[in-house]
């Protein structure tokens, strides 16, 4: 069996789950391999105990044992019945720094299916979870030289608002402010 196949026909977003942390932790190991920057957010720590992790995430989901300078947030993870796609976090509100990087929704794909479109689609899902959240303007940032992460954001109706700096692991990084009205979509 071709385990890179894809079954299209039943991608979806799960609240994450254990029946799918082998397929999460490979590719987590696969992000590790190829240096991918992690911008996991909330960062949630023991990723090695599961359990802690997936009760860390819930916790987070309801507002519970939210450490300071931290926001409640909706964790999900884009599957296809078999395989572990990526994850997306939806912000429930942002405080002054996330709303100069991190904003209210953070995502990223597994890069063994990078390139599939799976990115645009999982922030098109995340999205309607946003709204079910009552988040109606999403601010959604990336780095400047992100392409892949700002036509993502383009597609899904972005609208630069403005470009800043941003000191980031002690370098500066020019970063993309982007605002989608969700207002206008049904
Ligand atoms: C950004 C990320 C989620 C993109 O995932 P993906 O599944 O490859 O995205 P898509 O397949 O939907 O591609 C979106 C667009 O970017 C383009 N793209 C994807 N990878 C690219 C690359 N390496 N170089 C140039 N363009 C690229 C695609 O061609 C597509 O553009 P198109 O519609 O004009 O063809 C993925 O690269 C990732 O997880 N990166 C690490 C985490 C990250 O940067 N998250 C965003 C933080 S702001």
Redesign the pocket.
């Known amino acids: 069996m071709d385990t890179l196949k894809l079954n299209y026909e039943d991608i979806r977003l799960i609240v994450p789950q254990m029946s799918y942390m082998d397929s999460y932790r490979a590719a987590y190991e696969e992000?590790g391999r190829r240096g991918?920057?992690?911008?996991a957010y909330p960062k949630v720590a023991s990723r090695r105990n599961a359990a802690a992790y997936l009760k860390r995430l819930e916790n987070f989901r309801r507002g519970i044992d939210i450490p300071k300078g931290y926001v409640p947030s909706s964790g999900f993870w884009l599957v296809d019945g078999r395989h572990y796609l990526?994850s997306g976090d939806v912000r429930h509100y942002l405080t002054d720094n996330l709303r100069k990087l991190g904003g209210n929704i953070?995502?990223?794909?597994?890069?063994l299916?990078?390139?599939?479109?799976?990115?645009?689609?999982?922030?098109q899902l995340l999205l309607k979870e946003a709204k079910k959240l009552h988040i109606t303007k999403p601010v959604?940032?990336?780095?400047d030289e992100?392409?892949?992460?700002?036509?993502?954001?383009e597609?899904n109706g972005g609208v630069l608002i403005k470009k800043i700096n941003n000191r980031f692991r002690g370098q500066d990084r020019l970063t993309r402010i982007y605002e989608i009205d969700l207002t206008q979509q049904c």
């Open positions: 992000y991918v920057e992690d911008f990526g953070g995502y990223s794909i597994n890069p299916f990078w390139r599939r479109g799976l990115g645009t689609l999982q922030l959604i940032t990336c780095f992100n392409t892949p992460s700002a036509k993502i954001i597609k």
